[in-house]
């Protein structure tokens, strides 16, 4: 008898990081939230033929390998080798698996988080099990830290629970309803920027300075405490000279570029409350906080500043069904 395809499907969203980005890695705290327009899928297509293999096939970064054949650091394999030790699974599946991502690779808004989690969620379902997301998390944040070295965890987080989140690495993780009426502007520099590179640049000035960096993260974890109040009241004005403070903090360690400060000026003259780098920086993109009053025409002013992409959305997530 010939067996039959079981096809299995995996999702998860994108996340930017409103305030407290590299600081987090360091123990302060972070505000993040998901970004349901930008998804990663999974989908596995299992033959049930036991004598074949596992292929990987993601035509946006041109792979279409056997599993065995991809190196083993490869982020494909990591993701898919994590999840077969967490979930037990001793052999990996015969069949097909297809990774596609909507979201830009090394831009900030956490792409490798998200096709972990895909994949997880995908491979999760082959053998009906279900996978929390707490464990989901845990998954994408034992890759992160094969790639990234020390990481925070954040943006495994945010995306596993799909949920606005204010993360510290050291307390118990809290969920947040920024108010309806704050809406961001996310634009995309078109530079990559490697957050592997970016943190471990900042280790190496806080190892040569620890006084003056541990303070800036200090102020940056500051920042994100201030943050709340004006996130729930829907305080655009507040919250914007937060975000601007940020940005000069980030600035101050060195991983805006001359471009992000271009876009983040840029979206100020616009009218935007607050503009800031997000996530690792050293290119990737930054967002703009607006309301519906502005979006427009700061998402007009980003793409006329030589943006790559700015799409608005709103900062509190209508949750992905
Ligand atoms: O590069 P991204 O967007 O995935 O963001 C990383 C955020 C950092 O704070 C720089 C690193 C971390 O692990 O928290």
Avoid: W
Avoid at 26 to 35: R, T
Avoid at 60 to 68: E, K, M, Y
Avoid at 82 to 111: D, F, K, Q
């Amino acid at each position: 008898m010939t067996p039959q395809l079981q096809i299995s499907t995996g999702s998860a969203p994108g996340k930017v990081i409103l305030l407290g980005e590299h600081a987090v890695v360091y123990g302060e705290p972070a505000i993040a939230v998901p970004l349901n327009s930008l998804r990663a899928t999974a989908t596995l297509t299992a033959t049930g033929h036991t004598s074949e293999k596992l292929v990987v096939d993601a035509p946006g970064i041109a792979v279409h390998t056997r599993l065995d054949e991809l190196a083993k650091g490869h982020p494909l394999a990591a993701a898919i080798i994590e999840t077969m030790r967490a979930l037990n699974i001793s052999a990996a599946p015969a069949g097909t698996l297809r990774v596609a991502s909507a979201l830009p690779v090394a831009a900030g808004l956490g792409s490798s988080a998200s096709i972990t989690i895909a994949i997880a969620r995908a491979l999760a379902a082959h053998i009906a099990t279900e996978l929390t997301d707490t464990s989901a998390a845990q998954i994408a944040s034992a890759v992160e830290h094969l790639h990234h070295g020390s990481s925070s965890g954040i943006d495994p987080t945010v995306i596993a629970h799909n949920a606005a989140i204010c993360y510290s690495k050291y307390k118990d993780l809290q969920f947040i309803r920024p108010h309806a009426s704050l809406e961001l502007v996310v634009a995309d520099s078109g530079a990559t920027g490697s957050t592997r590179e970016a943190v471990n640049a900042v280790r190496l000035l806080h190892s040569n300075d620890p006084a003056r960096y541990t303070g800036i993260f200090a102020e940056i974890g500051a920042l994100v405490v201030s943050a709340r109040a004006p996130l729930d009241a829907g305080k655009h004005a507040v919250l914007g000279a937060l975000l601007n403070a940020n940005h000069e903090l980030l600035q101050a360690i060195g991983v805006s570029t001359a471009f992000l400060d271009t876009l983040c000026a840029a979206a100020l003259r616009a009218g935007a409350y607050g503009a800031k780098l997000t996530g690792a920086g050293t290119g990737g993109c930054m967002i703009a906080l607006v309301d519906a009053a502005c979006a427009r025409n700061v998402q007009q002013a980003l793409l006329a500043a030589g943006a790559k992409s700015a799409s608005i959305t709103p900062l509190m997530p209508t949750r992905y069904e």
